[in-house]
């Protein structure tokens, strides 16, 4: 439906001293690609990144902003300094951070208005606890989530949003949610941005799975109408296995 991207999300994984060499090695892997390949990496193996993805493919992203243009926010990063650099991707409202740096549905929408403003594409991350899940109050969840973080932004910059479904139990877990359980959840945010906006805003946006997505498990995930690509954290960190991954989203 969307346009396939996959992202891999390094996390606090992989030293700036080895990340020149590490995307130059994306680059080779990832050659024969037909989706968009993102490596989206810590603030300071940004500045390496770029220089080994310039001229090629491969894009680079952030994995968080501030939502403010400047000022005395020591420690943060902003869009402009983000863009300045040659950053296209910037991810937001990743579980990690919503757990353990207050993100929260209110920051993911100031931060995606930010994106949009500075020309940044924002992946939006959203999914559910086991214990939400087992509640079969998942899709509720998630609408909340998508409701808030697309709040007074336009239908023409949702067409340009990444929304990543991330359940948390699948996260780093090695427990990948079943090919169906994907579908069901992205192909139930497809009809409410549907309903929030309309089909051809909703069949535009890049839907895609995280959590434990691997070499073995994407061909199966990523061969589902309502999957367009996925959000990798361990398997982003080896080339071969990303190379894999990127190759199954055709
Ligand atoms: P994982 O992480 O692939 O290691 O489960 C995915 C993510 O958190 O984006």
């Known amino acids: 439906m969307g346009k396939y991207i996959i992202a891999g999300n390094w996390k606090m994984n992989k030293l700036p001293s080895e990340t020149y060499d590490f995307v130059k090695e994306v680059v080779e892997a990832t050659k024969g690609a037909t989706c968009e390949v993102v490596c989206c990496t810590p603030y300071v193996c940004l500045a390496p990144a770029i220089e080994a993805a310039k001229g090629t493919h491969v894009k680079i992203g952030a994995e968080n902003l501030h939502y403010e243009d400047k000022g005395a926010f020591t420690g943060e990063i902003s869009a402009d300094m983000l863009v300045d650099m ?5 991810i937001m409202g990743h579980s990690e951070r919503r757990e353990y740096n207050n993100e929260t549905d209110e920051t993911v929408n100031l931060k995606a208005k930010k994106a949009f403003e500075k020309g940044l594409i924002p992946i939006v991350c959203c999914g559910e606890s086991l214990e939400q899940r087992e509640a079969g109050i998942t899709m509720d969840w998630i609408a909340i989530q998508i409701k808030k973080a697309f709040a007074g932004i336009s239908a023409d910059d949702a067409k340009k949003v990444v929304i990543a479904y991330e359940p948390i139990w699948a996260i780093g877990t090695g427990k990948t949610a079943t090919d169906e359980q994907a579908e069901e959840v992205c192909g139930a945010i497809r009809k409410l941005l549907a309903d929030l906006y309309d089909d051809a ?23 589902k109408p309502n999957i367009d690509g996925g959000l990798i954290g361990g398997a982003s960190l080896k080339a071969p296995d990303f190379a894999v991954i990127t190759g199954a989203a055709k």
């Open 86 to 90: 040659g950053v296209q991707y910037v």
């Open 201 to 223: 805003t909703a069949k535009t946006i890049t839907i895609q799975y995280g959590g434990s997505m691997n070499a073995k498990n994407a061909a199966g995930l990523l061969s």
